[in-house]
């Protein structure tokens, strides 16, 4: 598998992580509409760049990746007294970044059409 798969990968894993703990964690509406929205815009996102790598889906990746940064360091810092919720939150924002990073990295190491 290519470095755009291996992100792709991590896009997936970081998808169905978010939208486990969602589903099974979460109890705010707004929360559990906006994280679920970014699960599944990361998950896209993943199958695209395993199916299709090209640059357009690397630069959805980027800004997917930055959004999804923002809105997980958002959670954390509300959820700062909730040990797991913040643990889980920072472990997403790993997940997320690597993700993006990798994708980032490997278009400018190929040349995409």
Do not use: C, H
């Not at 929360?31 to 090209?54: D, E, F, K, N, Y």
């Not at 690597?98 to 490997?106: K, Q, S």
């Amino acid at each position: 598998m290519n470095r755009l798969g291996i992100a792709g990968a991590l896009w997936l894993g970081a998808a169905g992580f978010a939208i486990v703990m969602t589903l099974i964690f979460r109890t705010d509406p707004l929360q559990w509409v906006v994280t679920l929205a970014i699960g599944v815009a990361a998950a896209a996102v993943g199958l695209w760049l395993i199916a299709r790598p090209s640059a357009l889906v690397v630069s959805a990746s980027n800004a997917v990746s930055v959004v999804w940064i923002v809105l997980y360091a958002v959670l954390a810092v509300l959820q700062s007294g909730e040990l797991a919720a913040w643990t889980t939150d920072v472990a997403l924002i790993a997940i997320g970044g690597a993700a993006g990073f990798v994708a980032y990295r490997a278009a400018a190491k190929a040349k995409l059409g």
